[in-house]
């Protein structure tokens, strides 16, 4: 969850250890939501939008900033700028603190930095029995075989 640190610049809100932006970089707007809510739903307006720019934040290495990009998927413009919603619930407030957890969580997941693939190959033993498994296979075949060919 984001949260507005004691610690950091004023104004800054953290999205995750060493990971800050600026309030005034995120853009939130309100539109009338679908779903359930009767007749309350055609009235108030409960689904939340927000838009902040990549670059915006502060403390992600370059890395992590491709790997976000790369996470972000369809919901990053070509302009750079990330748009996430959330119309789950009737209540702005609610709908606006999961805007937020989403986006807290998007950015721990670009943090994590994915384990390096080793290539292996198999041993010596396992080769072995993967050619016993071919000659046997093989001999079981040659034995069907009529006489006559």
């Given at each position: 969850?984001?949260?507005?640190?004691?610690?950091?610049?004023?104004?800054?809100?953290?999205?995750?250890?060493?990971?800050?932006?600026?309030?005034?970089?995120?853009?939130?707007?309100?539109?009338?939501?679908?779903g359930p809510g009767g007749q309350n739903v055609n009235n108030t307006s409960s689904k939340i939008e927000l838009r902040l720019r990549l670059d915006a934040i502060r403390g992600l290495s370059a890395r992590a900033a491709d790997r976000l990009?790369?996470?972000?998927?369809?919901?990053?413009?070509?302009?750079?700028?990330?748009?996430?919603?959330?119309?789950?619930?009737?209540?702005?407030?609610?709908?606006?603190?999961?805007?937020?957890?989403?986006?807290?969580?998007?950015?721990?997941?670009?943090?994590?930095?994915?384990?390096?693939?080793?290539?292996?190959?198999?041993?010596?033993?396992?080769?072995?029995?993967?050619?016993?498994?071919?000659?046997?296979?093989?001999?079981?075949?040659?034995?069907?075989?009529?006489?006559?060919?």
């Open positions: 969850m984001a949260e507005h640190d004691g610690d950091g610049a004023p104004g800054m809100v953290r999205l995750a250890p060493g990971v800050e932006i600026a309030g005034g970089c995120l853009a939130y707007s309100a539109s009338r939501s679908g990009a790369m996470l972000s998927g369809s919901r990053l413009t070509q302009d750079g700028e990330l748009i996430l919603s959330c119309d789950e619930t009737r209540s702005l407030r609610t709908n606006k603190a999961l805007v937020m957890e989403r986006l807290c969580a998007l950015v721990v997941d670009a943090q994590a930095v994915p384990r390096q693939r080793r290539r292996t190959r198999p041993g010596r033993g396992a080769i072995e029995r993967r050619l016993q498994a071919k000659a046997e296979n093989s001999e079981r075949k040659r034995d069907r075989r009529s006489s006559g060919d």
